[in-house]
């Protein structure tokens, strides 16, 4: 198999096929509320080949709201990832499908709200995404109170640590998720 053949198989099997801003090529599939990404390298080697699997999963109303938040448009997040390298002479399109059949099976079994409570429980001075992942966790929560300590911090200069993509804009944003997703909560 070639790079573009191991897409292919993978578009085959009912999955997504795109290319994200570093150029890697990427398979999503949907399934139910949450969205599996792959990202796959397929590399020649003396003794065959080596497909590089990264590969996460994320629910799709966490993606929404970091979307919503970061103002911007996110396809998929990786919320919870793994990695797999896969090496041997070749790969047919049965080795894709049992590796399809794996990734589904893979994020099926995750626990979702342990990994939300882990977002939840960040510091403000976390790095990279995990600042705004931590902002949409906590609205995803409902958590206004913490989200308002957040945005009254941020009105009086204080930017408790977080990291300087995070706007006071962004908080606000949060807050507003987290009212709508509290006063859902309350009505059930």
């Known amino acids: 198999m070639l790079k573009n053949d191991v897409h292919l198989a993978f578009k ?6 795109g290319k994200d801003e570093g150029r890697d090529h990427y398979a999503i599939y949907g399934l139910g509320k949450t969205l ?10 003396r003794e065959g080949k080596r497909l590089l699997c990264y590969f996460s999963m994320s629910p799709s109303d966490f993606i929404s709201a970091v979307a919503e938040i970061s103002s911007r448009k996110w396809e998929h997040v990786p ?3 793994g990695q797999e390298d896969l090496r041997q002479t ?3 399109f049965e080795d894709i ?4 059949n794996r990734l ?3 994020s099926r079994q995750q626990d979702i709200e342990s990994s939300m409570k882990r977002l939840r429980e960040l510091p403000a001075d976390s790095k990279g995404t995990e600042p705004l992942y931590h902002l949409a966790a906590l609205a995803l929560a409902g958590d206004v109170d913490k989200l ?3 945005q009254r911090s941020f009105e009086a200069g204080d930017r408790l640590g977080f990291v300087p993509y995070i706007s ?5 944003r949060a807050v507003e998720i987290a009212k709508d997703t509290s006063s859902r909560i309350s009505t059930e």
């Not at 499908?97 to 399809?100: A, G, H, I, K, Y």
């Not at 006071?168 to 606000?172: A, G």
């Open 168 to 172: 006071k804009e962004m908080i606000d």
């Open 104 to 106: 589904i099976e893979w």
């Open 79 to 81: 919320f919870i990832t």
């Open 148 to 150: 308002d300590y957040y």
């Open 90 to 92: 070749d790969f047919t």
């Open 97 to 100: 499908r049992v590796l399809s």
């Open 36 to 45: 599996v990404q792959v990202i796959l390298r397929l590399e020649p080697r």
């Open 12 to 17: 085959e099997l009912g999955w997504r096929i």
